[in-house]
Nanobody, 124 residues
Framework: QVQLVESGGGLVQAGGSLRLSCAAS????????MGWFRQAPGNEREIVAS????????SYADSVKGRFTISRDNSKNTVYLQMNSLKPEDTAVYYCAAPTRSRYTSHMSDYEYWGQGTQVTVSS
C-alpha cells in the first residue's frame, strides 16, 4: 500500500508557473512509474504526464507539451510537476498516481493508488 499526498497547487495568473509535489509514503515508489492527472469541472480525468521508474522516459499530453515537466527524486520518494506558461484551461484538480508494479505506463487503468488532489486555478 502506498499513500500519495500532493502539494503546491494554488491560484496563479495566466503565464505564471507552479510546481506540484507528490510525496509517497508506505512503500518506496522507486521501482514503479508515476503519473500526473487532472480533472476539470464537468470533464473526465485525463493524464497530463507520466514518468518511468528511473526518470529516463517521460510522456506528456499534447496540451501541455513544452510547458510542463515531470520529474522524480527517488531518494525523497517524491514526484514533481513543473508547470510553466500556465493557461486558464489548465485549471483543474491535479492528482498524482502510482501503478501497482508497472515500471512505466500512460494508461489510467494501470494506476491503482491516487492522492487526494490539489487545486490549480489559472486566472486570465
Amino acid at each position: 500500500q502506498v499513500q500519495l499526498v500532493e502539494s503546491g497547487g494554488g491560484l496563479v495568473q495566466a503565464g505564471g508557473s507552479l510546481r506540484l509535489s507528490c510525496a509517497a509514503s508506505g512503500r518506496t515508489i522507486s521501482s514503479v512509474g508515476m503519473g500526473w492527472f487532472r480533472q476539470a469541472p464537468g470533464n473526465e480525468r485525463e493524464i497530463v504526464a507520466s514518468i518511468s521508474w528511473s526518470g529516463g522516459t517521460t510522456s506528456y499530453a499534447d496540451s501541455v507539451k513544452g510547458r510542463f515537466t515531470i520529474s522524480r527524486d527517488n531518494s525523497k520518494n517524491t514526484v514533481y510537476l513543473q508547470m510553466n506558461s500556465l493557461k486558464p484551461e489548465d485549471t483543474a484538480v491535479y492528482y498524482c498516481a502510482a501503478p501497482t508494479r508497472s515500471r512505466y505506463t500512460s494508461h489510467m487503468s494501470d494506476y491503482e493508488y491516487w492522492g487526494q488532489g490539489t487545486q490549480v486555478t489559472v486566472s486570465s
